[in-house]
Every structure is written in structure tokens, then in C-alpha cells.
């Protein structure tokens, strides 16, 4: 999980962008991995966000209902912890909406 978490700071990104990790509990041992990945990673916009209301039957969309009001960027990139992402990840994604923001 941990080094999941690393590739996602180590983008070539040119843009700012910030990390979101939402728990239900403190006690989630993804809270403990997240405050690691700041203490590595000081430069980084990186936040743990409990998220203890129960919005629905699917665990994860209610996470991200509670996230969603925290980010700071319009858009919102979703991973799991168990995903590891190349260097390139976030500037091939966002490289992809670009038409989307600058229609002709």
C-alpha cells in the first residue's frame, strides 16, 4: 500500500495537484501508511481525511461523497491503495481531458 502511495507523489506532473486519502477511521491502518507518505513527501499537498458517515450501502462512494467538498482542484482522480502508478500517470491523464477544457 505504501509504495502505491509513493508513485502517486512522484509524478512529472507540471501542474499542482493535491492527495486526498479518505478513512472511515483514524484506526484504519491507511491512516498510519498516509502519515508516513507526508513525513517523505513535505512538499507534497497530502491530506487525510476521515470520513466517518455512512452515505449508502457502497463503502468507497461514501468516502468519495465526503472527499469531494475537501479537494481543492476541479477535477477528481480515483485510485484504490492497491494501484501504482508510472511517473507519466497524471500528466497522460489530465493530457486526455485537455480537449475537454480547451474545446474548439
Avoid at 484504519?28 to 491530506?47: G, M, S, T, Y
Wanted: charged residues 20%.
Amino acid at each position: 500500500m505504501l509504495e502505491a502511495f509513493r508513485s502517486h507523489c512522484r509524478q512529472s506532473y507540471a501542474g499542482e495537484y493535491e492527495l486526498l486519502f479518505g478513512v472511515s477511521s483514524l484506526d484504519d491502518p491507511a491512516a498510519a501508511a498516509v502519515e508516513q507518505l507526508k513525513q517523505e513527501f513535505p512538499a507534497h499537498a497530502i491530506r487525510l481525511v476521515e470520513c466517518p458517515l455512512i452515505l449508502g450501502t457502497n463503502g468507497k462512494v461514501s468516502t468519495l461523497v465526503q472527499l469531494e467538498p475537501q479537494a481543492r482542484y476541479d477535477f477528481l482522480l480515483i485510485n484504490d491503495s492497491d494501484i501504482t502508478v508510472s511517473p507519466r500517470y497524471l500528466e497522460r491523464v489530465m493530457g486526455a481531458l485537455l480537449p475537454c477544457l480547451n474545446p474548439r
